[in-house]
């Protein structure tokens, strides 16, 4: 199934005369790596590039990522950190289509066989005396860590301690923990180009840290040869080239009572456009969650899962095929599912920087090939798919949550997240500083779930009835019918995130006022450390004479439209108001199709089209729909 790293080791030998005390600590971070470089003889442009793609040299404030790796060297400690997999953001029906429901999905367990590659702390804590507790949270012995591993495995590779970074690729490779050649080499590939590059950032503690750019480094190719790093891609496999990528199939079969698992056959892009691709985390760990995907019985599917540590890339199912992903049938049929390997609050803060890489490479491939404009109306995560009735709005998932990093991962596609229009326009992008932007959130700490949760970087703002931070939060009565928004980090209900549009309902000081489903939702947003940027754009009203219009979850056709032998699917309205004089920003037209799926076999599925014209609007976390007569189309500048 996987590809091992064709690397042949010696045994690991600890490093001789090495102590944890230190006659004075590093004054800050970019003093930490010279430190550690210097006393583990490895080039600090290496230790600062590897450190950059594990975490982009952030501290966490000690909070293990998603695959329990700690500080800025992403130290992991997995057998300290691992707990069953859950699903406590909600109990959707992944298929999302009420003619035939699934029932909720099984908890994952825990993995008892736990590699290497997630016990890296063990090994750190032998070379360098230092503690665990110091480890995750000691950004300077934390680096230490880091660069007593990296020595160890040059070492190990019968290299010397070279002032050559090029020399280092083996050990850069090897830091990776991939046992797949191409995961290996794309995690060295991105640290050498960071170093040729050079890179410069403040931190989420405010401590600035460089890398001045290396030219040359000549030795890498040498070892593209020694250690085998020349990886062939899988026929197949749809991915770049730049990233790796294997073919793990999800299971397809019949199984008894006519009944068949666990994604549908499907010939996208000619039966239908693919419009979305959906951003999920697993709630879990790598490799448990792909067992789930080879299990049919298991009632949920997904087309690529994408690994923490490293970014390397399994994919399930063909992207013309659909799988069971985002708990609404229309989506699920025009989209493509990502699953990331983490946890939305529990076990993880932050995400790899690796993962962040690999993952927005696929996502623009994905988005060239099928047409899929690259903004947050269509690159969704799974928390901004609107439920498909009322009766399954309560249930839709969380994930990715408010720790996923929406600017940094446009940045990434080359699409990145900017400002259009001055500063009284008509409609706004949320746009906090993700580093500095740490809002209140209880619910990170499953044992303690009342708690508040750490300061934590995050990418949403907080929405509240008037202008002011003590003013309760904004409703929505589809999430708690009759009661309040919650401050969880399970609950969007009063939350508005990074990329989204909003048009502008009102200002007053330092806030704004934003339409949010069917009411004046207010956010801080000072002009000095502005949450959002103009984003002039087109918006959508009533048509003048209607007190209000209907909003919808999925955009099916009208009943004349289906043929004989397909149920109609009824076109219900979700519990929301969209009333005259509320505007909503437009993300463009939505097709009118229902793909009628309900057998093995692909001769027998159907795509129904309607006449009837719906938009796509940003009406509060999720996206909605509504019918393009019953409203009037303007631009707001």
């Not at 949270?137 to 010397?160: C, E, H, M, S, V």
């Not at 690529?304 to 992207?319: C, L, N």
């Not at 004349?560 to 037209?589: D, H, N, R, W």
Request: hydrophobic share 35%.
């Amino acid at each position: 199934m996987r590809r091992l790293l064709a690397i042949s080791l010696v045994a690991l030998l600890p490093l001789s005369n090495v102590s944890a005390a230190h006659a004075q600590e590093p004054a800050d971070r970019q003093q930490a790596f010279a430190a550690a470089a210097e006393e583990f003889q490895v080039p600090a442009s290496v230790l600062l590039g590897v450190s950059y793609l594990e975490s982009r040299w952030d501290a966490h404030a000690g909070r293990p990522s998603s695959d329990a790796g700690f500080g800025p060297m992403h130290l992991t400690d997995a057998a300290a950190f691992t707990s069953a997999n859950h699903h406590s953001e909600g109990e959707e029906d992944a298929r999302g289509d009420d003619g035939r429901p699934l029932p909720p999905p099984a908890e994952q367990p825990a993995p008892t066989d736990i590699p290497a590659s997630l016990r890296t702390m063990e090994r750190a804590a032998a070379l360098t005396g230092e503690s665990h507790e110091r480890l995750r949270t000691d950004d300077a012995a934390n680096i230490r860590g880091g660069a007593a591993l990296l020595a160890d495995y040059q070492k190990a590779l019968g290299a010397p301690l070279s002032d050559d970074p090029g020399e280092w690729y083996g050990a850069v490779a090897r830091y990776s923990g991939a046992e797949e050649a191409g995961a290996a080499k794309f995690f060295a590939d991105e640290v050498f180009a960071t170093i040729k590059e050079g890179a410069e950032r403040t931190t989420d503690d405010g401590e600035r840290v460089a890398l001045p750019a290396v030219p040359g480094l000549e030795k890498i190719e040498k070892w593209l040869e020694k250690l085998g790093l020349r990886p062939t891609r899988p026929d197949g496999v749809e991915c770049p080239a730049s990233i790796s990528c294997e073919w793990i199939p999800a299971a397809y079969q019949e199984l008894p009572d006519n009944d068949y698992g666990h994604y549908d056959l499907a010939n996208r892009p000619f039966s239908q456009k693919v419009d979305y691709i959906i951003i999920h985390d697993m709630e879990g760990y790598f490799l448990p969650s792909i067992r789930l995907n080879q299990d049919p019985n298991y009632g949920a599917s997904w087309h690529y899962s994408i690994r923490s540590s490293d970014g390397h890339i399994a994919q399930h199912i063909k992207t013309k095929d659909v799988g069971w992903q985002a708990g609404n049938w229309y989506v699920n049929a025009k989209s493509i599912g990502l699953e990331h390997e983490g946890f939305l609050a529990e076990g993880s803060a932050w995400y790899t920087e690796a993962m962040y890489r690999s993952s927005a490479r696929l996502v623009r491939y994905l988005a060239l090939k099928h047409g899929v404009p690259l903004d947050r109306a269509h690159i969704l995560g799974h928390d901004n798919v609107p439920g498909t009735l009322p009766t399954t709005v309560r249930g839709m998932h969380e994930d990715p949550g408010p720790f996923w990093d929406w600017a940094h991962y446009f940045q990434l596609m080359g699409a990145p997240l900017h400002q259009f229009g001055g500063p009284r326009a008509g409609s706004v992008m949320i746009k906090p500083d993700f580093a500095t932007n740490k809002p209140y959130f209880y619910g990170c700490d499953r044992k303690n779930p009342s708690a508040a949760c750490p300061p934590l970087p995050a990418g949403t703002v907080w929405l509240r009835t008037e202008p002011r931070p003590d003013a309760p939060l904004v409703k929505d009565i589809g999430k708690h019918p009759t009661g309040d928004s919650l401050y969880s980090v399970y609950d969007h209900s009063a939350r508005a995130g990074t990329g989204q549009r909003f048009a502008v309902a009102d200002r007053q000081g330092d806030w704004t006022a934003i339409w949010y489903l069917g009411q004046k939702a207010w956010f801080h947003n000072p002009a000095d450390a502005p949450t959002a940027v103009p984003s002039m754009g087109l918006v959508v009203t009533p048509k003048p004479g209607k007190a209000t219009v209907p909003v919808y979850g999925r955009a099916y056709p009208e009943q004349e439209a289906y043929p004989e032998g397909i149920p109609y699917q009824a076109v219900t309205p979700l519990q929301y108001t969209f009333s005259a004089g509320e505007k909503y920003t437009l993300a463009g037209p939505a097709a009118t199709e229902y793909y009628r799926a309900v057998t093995f076999n692909l001769e027998d599925h159907k795509v129904v089209r309607g006449k009837t014209r719906y938009l796509e609007i940003q009406f509060g976390h999720r996206v909605m729909f509504v019918k393009a007569d019953d409203v009037q189309v303007t631009f707001s500048g």
